[in-house]
């Protein structure tokens, strides 16, 4: 089996007890393997019972509620199944959170989700373009089926978007509107399995000529005043449901889209040196989810969602910029972008939310034009 990761991935190590939003915390009900549990029915002990009495089964997986938060965090953070029962005895979730994967044949994909403090840090710190790397794994090849035709163009086509992603020859606007203007032709290509469209697609985007192209293009077409288009952008969160406060902070959003647009040019001048972290942002939606287009064919609902996400979060930076006359410093804004993963990304609900509008045409090329033309 061959992996395929990014260079951050074997970076990272659970901060535990040191962790301030520990994930163990967030009332997520998490899924217990057949083997874990079978090992918990077997232990004969005082915490065999109670690990036991707190799983439940659904539509025929078993879950672990814990709507307070895991019982079985001890008091200075640590997992008291960990503790006694050794890491290869915690279910898989718990042990693999919060890296990812996908799974195509001898091909496994892993990533780290930005819903943890830690790969926050370790995205947005990483100043130099992520690069992805592969090495070979003793692992047996996943049998579920997949075109692997076309998973071989999704996967180059993928490469060129990073790589239009992390082109800092031009400004992270610039690359944002090649990607939204590609979208269609992509999309259109994905739903018919198209491959040779979609190799042509992947050369024509690999010439520099081509993709200036787009962007002197995009600027003379640019669709939607730009407090409009936020104020749309806005809109999409504000409806979300939340835990935290991030429903209020994108209602503050909308209620000052005016104040965002005069803003925009001394934010965009103090965030230069930043600009990494949104194109790493960017690269992370990319990486981890264009991928699933070979099996659901909806490549603009991932370009869209990836671009939607990425903008809300440079929404976020630039009201805090706006409201305090200086930028948020660097852990607040990874804490931002922490908030929002754990919220939105990995929310289905909330996610759906954005969907939907992509499908539905309110979440387009018009809006994102607006926003970055
Ligand atoms: S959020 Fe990340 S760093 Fe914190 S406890 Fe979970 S995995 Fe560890």
């Known amino acids: 089996m061959l992996l395929r990761y990014p260079d951050i991935f074997f970076d990272f190590k659970c901060l535990c007890g040191g962790c301030e939003d520990n994930c163990c915390q967030m009332g997520w009900d998490i899924e217990i393997d057949e083997d ?44 008291s199944v960990q503790l006694e029962c050794g890491a290869e005895h915690i279910s898989e979730i718990c042990r693999e959170h919060p890296r990812f994967y996908e799974w195509f044949g001898d091909v496994k994909e892993a990533g ?10 370790l995205v947005m710190e990483h100043e ?7 090495r070979e794994i003793d692992e047996a090849a996943d049998e579920l089926e997949f075109d692997r035709e076309l998973f071989r163009e999704v996967r180059k086509l993928r490469d060129r978007l990073i790589d239009i992603a992390q ?40 010439i520099d000529g081509f993709r200036m ?49 005069q803003c925009r040019d001394s934010f965009e001048k103090a965030y230069a040196p930043y600009e990494h972290e949104l194109e790493n942002i960017l690269v992370y939606f990319i990486w981890r989810y ?14 869209f969602s990836a671009l939607i996400c990425t903008a809300a979060v440079r929404v976020m930076f630039m009201a805090e910029f706006c409201e ?8 607040r ?16 609900d909330n996610m759906d939310i954005i969907y939907e509008e992509i499908q539905e045409g309110r979440a387009d090329l018009m809006m994102l034009g607006g926003l970055f033309g």
């Open 36 to 79: 874990t549990y079978t090992y918990y029915k077997g232990l004969g002990t005082e915490l065999g019972r109670r690990l036991c009495e707190n799983i439940y089964e659904e539509d025929g997986a078993l879950y672990m509620g814990q709507p307070e938060g895991c019982p079985f965090m001890d008091g200075e953070g640590l997992c």
């Open 112 to 121: 780290l989700g930005l819903c943890c403090e830690e790969v926050c840090r």
């Open 128 to 134: 130099k373009p992520i690069l992805f790397t592969e």
């Open 167 to 206: 082109d800092r020859g031009m400004s992270i606007s610039q690359r944002m509107m090649i990607l939204a203007y590609s979208t269609e032709d992509i999309a259109d290509a994905v739903f018919d399995r198209d491959v040779k469209r979609l190799a042509q697609l992947s050369g024509m985007l690999a």
């Open 213 to 261: 192209e787009i962007v002197i293009h995009s600027q003379q077409d640019r669709h939607s005043a730009p407090e409009r288009a936020m104020r749309m952008l806005c809109s999409i969160f504000e409806r979300m449901e939340y835990m935290g406060t991030l429903g209020e902070i994108f209602a503050k959003c909308k209620g000052m889209t005016d104040k965002l647009e």
């Open 290 to 303: 264009f991928i699933k287009c070979t099996r659901d064919l909806s490549a603009a609902e991932h370009i």
């Open 324 to 331: 305090r006359g200086e930028l948020p410093d660097g852990k």
């Open 333 to 348: 804004r990874q804490w931002l972008v922490k908030e929002f993963s754990k919220e939105i990304e990995y929310d289905s």
